[in-house]
């Protein structure tokens, strides 16, 4: 915990001389309460043990119970007055998450069980059911290129059949994954989608939710300020592969792209140590993992790299990530609870010495 305005602190400075204050009243009481016991007691009884008969032992701790609690709500509300802030976890304006799975060949690989595709494809399809209901999530499959199978949208039976249609592919394009998730997170920021997957000339506008089978037509790029990795808190990318990129843009670049929107890639590495063994073209080829351009997107992004080795270390990887993408630790400044405290205490004092001696003493 830090303080905004610290200087204010040393307003702390005044609790022990109130205390000190407090003290030499009760010693005054105390002078007082013997000097006319005096008078009043009986010869031969000392006028200290008449005033001890005047009230018993819980009594005189009880009497320092209001004031002792006065004491503190100043003090607390003193730390108020210096602004708290600490971090602590709050629900996000998380609202769009884009969920893009490797689909390349490699992926037929038995290594998990009943083959990598298929586990990935039950993990996401659980990832997908237990999200909130108000966020968004679209599904991109990417090999040699990338494509957006589903649009963002909050329908889950929609999202569900997406995955379903997976299909593999040759080659593996992660940076073209990147950058068509970033068009379709920013289809006004002029990304050229088009260049990025087929080395095309111009941009091709996100596709819309396949029914109709037309494109939106591309809004005109607006101006694009670039801004702190990791600050853009209103969506995620969501990046599954298991082997190295082939082809396509550099991923590295890609993710430089999405540090400077900031959006966070959370990459997860699917597939065993010893790697899967694929046959393609008659021949069986080992697939291992690229962990380290995993790490890399996500270090740049400021998001985070998970290593999944099984259907059931992925669907961890995901139960933590949804956790993650709907709540967040953040510094927040907490004076309204210290307020709260301090008010607290002020009335269960006035109310105990009410009680206690019909007045707030």
Do not use: C
């Amino acid at each position: 915990m830090r303080f905004l305005w610290p200087e204010m602190l040393w307003l702390l400075a005044a609790i022990p001389l109130l205390a000190a204050g407090y003290a030499a009243l009760l010693r005054r009481r105390r002078r007082q309460a013997l000097a006319l016991g005096a008078l009043l007691v009986r010869p031969g009884v000392s006028a200290a043990a008449a005033a001890g008969r005047t009230e018993g032992r819980l009594r005189r701790v009880e009497r320092h119970v209001p004031p002792l609690l006065l004491g503190l709500a100043l003090a607390v509300a003193i730390l108020a007055s210096a602004r708290p802030s600490a971090v602590v976890t709050l629900p996000t304006h998380q609202q769009t998450v884009i969920l893009a799975t490797d689909v390349s060949l490699s992926m037929r690989a038995r290594d998990i069980e009943p083959n990598r595709l298929e586990a990935a494809q039950a993990a996401a399809k659980a990832f997908v059911q237990q999200l909130p209901a108000d966020l968004r999530v679209g599904i991109i499959a990417f090999a040699g290129t990338a494509s957006l199978v589903q649009a963002p949208t909050r329908n889950k039976d929609e999202l569900i059949a997406a995955i379903d249609r997976f299909e593999l592919q040759r080659h593996t394009a992660t940076g073209s994954a990147i950058m068509l998730s970033l068009a379709t997170l920013f289809p006004d920021h002029g990304i050229e989608v088009e260049q990025a997957l087929f080395g095309k000339s111009g941009r091709r506008a996100p596709a819309g939710d396949g029914r109709d089978g037309q494109r939106d037509r591309a809004p005109a790029a607006k101006a694009f300020e670039p801004v702190p990795p990791g600050s853009y808190r209103s969506a995620a990318i969501v990046l599954l592969s298991d082997g190295r990129r082939t082809t396509g843009p550099d991923p590295i670049e890609a993710a430089k792209l999405a540090a400077e929107r900031g959006v966070r890639v959370f990459t997860v590495g699917f597939g065993t140590a010893q790697g899967g063994e694929v046959e393609i073209g008659g021949w069986s080829i080992f697939m291992r993992l690229d962990e380290e351009a995993l790490k890399a997107i996500a270090e740049i992004t400021k998001g985070e790299y998970s290593l999944a080795g099984s259907e059931a270390d992925l669907r961890k990887v995901y139960e933590s990530l949804s956790s993650r993408l709907v709540l967040e630790r953040a510094e927040t400044e907490i004076s309204a609870f210290f307020s709260a405290a301090a008010a607290l205490l002020a009335l269960l004092s006035a109310g105990l010495s009410v009680a206690w001696y019909g007045r707030v003493a």
